[in-house]
């Protein structure tokens, strides 16, 4: 058992390596950075609570300050490197990644508390927060703000505008502890409540078709019928944790959800998720405590950045890999023997838990693509078993990853 245990732990420490994301950018104890997007694989920005943007041209290795302007709440590209930026406040500026060329675009008469933002032209942006959702025109001749009809709102909170297409846009919120969704079918101009009461709390984000999901404080949900019905596809197992705060795929079957954050000082998790299979089974990819992560983008299928508390910022180069970034691999569960190995139809794999565990088990094939993955479940301290007869799947190597609350263990499979 020493030997398999070394072999394992040699194992863990190259996937490691070779599939990870990494902290690009820590600053305790400064602010943090809420929201992060690139332009190409190259010019990225990420904004949040710090009074001054940080600004890539190396892939993210680098990050650099041009100047301190304000906190920014969120931001969306032009093509020729602009980025249109809301203040809490509802102020709008226009940032040059490139030349740090800065101007004040509008500026509203009265303070207003927003949270997102949704660019319908270059010119014309939808924005909600506390007082609901507003159209902002800096393109004319005299700068304008219209407030749309609160929709049946009395103490409107919206939290999340998310886009499907040049006309239809959601809108997620809350109405006196209610939450609703929104759509509107007419680039903004009005809006229907699709689910009078979601009862979930968190950020609305759009996938393909009339599929949407929620990144929300007790796990992720699903809709696939534009908003109206929602399915809860992964509940996090960490009562501490404070919740998922955002979503985003790279293809009709690749996703990411990174959150974290605890109410507890000594407990600070952050977590980054993944899906292989449009949303429906979610698996933990990072776990590290240096508290919440808040924005995820992918330039591409495989370069990926994380952001969020003490100005963090985390890369990946490999889509984050199968399995990466546990504190302690063994600390409470040793996965042992798999026999027969190499196997022809089937093979069971044996694994020690040394204290109770909510166990997650996955199997990957030799690229990283999980082929099988068990019911997450709560076990009890001792022995335990699972069969794998994957008859469908041609011969090759394959990766047993086992996932407890405090670690990972991997240990490798031949089918013949």
Not at 31 to 43: A, G, H, R, T, V
Not at 212 to 220: E, K, T, V, W
Not at 331 to 358: D, K, M, Q, V
């Amino acid at each position: 058992m020493k030997s398999l245990i070394l072999y394992i732990s040699f194992l863990f420490s190259f996937l490691n390596m070779t599939a990870q994301w990494n902290t690009v950018h820590f600053d305790y104890p400064e602010p943090s950075l809420n929201y992060i997007d690139f332009i190409d694989e190259s010019n990225g920005l990420a904004v949040g609570n710090a009074w001054y943007p940080y600004v890539t041209h190396d892939g993210g290795e680098s990050w650099q300050t041009p100047f301190g302007i304000f906190p920014v709440m969120e931001f969306e590209f032009r093509d020729n490197g602009e980025a249109i930026m809301m203040d809490q406040v509802g102020g709008f500026y226009m940032f040059n990644i490139f030349s740090s060329e800065y101007d004040v675009l509008f500026y509203p008469q009265g303070e207003y508390n927003m949270k997102t933002m949704e660019m319908l032209n270059d010119s014309v942006v939808l924005t909600g927060g506390y007082e609901g959702i507003y159209m902002v025109d800096f393109g004319s001749d005299v700068d304008t703000m219209w407030q749309f009809p609160s929709v049946g709102f009395s103490e409107p909170t919206v939290n999340s505008l998310c886009r499907v297409n040049d006309s239809t846009l959601y809108a997620y919120g809350v109405d006196n502890s209610i939450m609703i969704v929104l759509k509107s079918s007419d680039y903004g101009l009005s809006w229907d409540t699709i689910n009078p009461n979601t009862g979930i709390y968190g950020s609305l984000h759009f996938h393909t078709d009339n599929k949407l999901f929620i990144a929300s404080f007790d796990g992720i949900y699903k809709s696939l019928n534009g908003g109206i019905d929602w399915s809860k596809m992964f509940c996090h197992p960490d009562t501490s944790f404070m919740g998922f705060r955002d979503i985003t795929f790279t293809d009709d079957y690749n996703g990411y959800a990174v959150g974290g954050g605890s109410p507890y000082p000594e407990i600070q998790p952050t977590f980054i998720y993944k899906t292989t299979d449009g949303g429906e089974n979610w698996y933990r990819q990072y776990y590290a405590q240096h508290n919440a992560l808040y924005s995820v983008c992918f330039p591409t299928d495989s370069l990926g950045f994380a952001c969020g508390e003490y100005l963090a910022i985390l890369k990946t180069s490999n889509g984050g890999g199968i399995g990466v970034g546990f504190n302690n691999p063994f600390a409470s569960h040793i996965l042992g023997n798999t026999y027969p190995n190499p196997f022809t139809n089937s093979t069971t794999i044996e694994y020690e838990l040394t204290e109770p565990s909510l166990v997650q088990l996955t199997i990957y094939n030799a690229i990283g693509e999980v082929v099988y993955q068990a019911e997450d479940c709560m076990m009890q301290q001792g022995s335990h078993t699972v069969t794998w007869s994957p008859s469908l799947l041609q011969g090759g190597m394959y990766y047993a990853v086992l996932r407890s609350g405090e670690g990972v263990a991997v240990v490798k499979m031949v089918k013949q």
